[in-house]
């Protein structure tokens, strides 16, 4: 059974810093695209692509992110990482991760992120 567990949200002042993990289970991880997605709260928010590392390594972003996220990946421990730094107020939200090879998608739950002064 396929399995995301995301971890490392909480409450941090503008500026601040987090450290995202989703650790995977039940699947060939290396085999698999991962993203981070985030959903800002109220109604009527979209999930938005945060951040996706590929196989090969190589890495997108949202404009919105760009030079303040850092999405990395550890084959070894199937897990894949999203450090935020310079954290501002829009970015709080529920962040997902997802895997995805061909047609195949698997969420996680979510892990909330605050950033309020």
């Known amino acids: 059974q396929v399995q995301l567990v995301e971890s490392g949200g909480g409450a941090v002042h503008p500026g601040g810093s987090l450290r995202l993990s989703c650790a995977t289970s039940?699947?060939?991880?290396?085999?698999?695209?991962m993203m981070w997605y985030r959903q800002a709260p109220g109604p009527g928010e979209q999930r938005e692509l945060v951040?996706?590392?590929?196989?090969?390594?190589?890495?997108t972003y949202a404009d919105s992110v760009k030079g303040r996220f850092t999405i990395s990946r550890d084959d070894a421990k199937a897990t894949v990482y999203l450090q935020m730094n310079s954290l501002k107020t829009e970015d709080t939200a529920t962040y997902y991760c997802?895997?995805?090879?061909?047609?195949?998608?698997?969420w996680g739950k979510g892990t909330l992120v605050t950033v309020a002064s």
């Open positions: 039940g699947v060939d991880f290396s085999r698999y695209d």
């Open positions: 997802k895997a995805e090879v061909g047609f195949l998608r698997t």
């Open positions: 951040a996706t590392i590929f196989t090969s390594g190589s890495t």
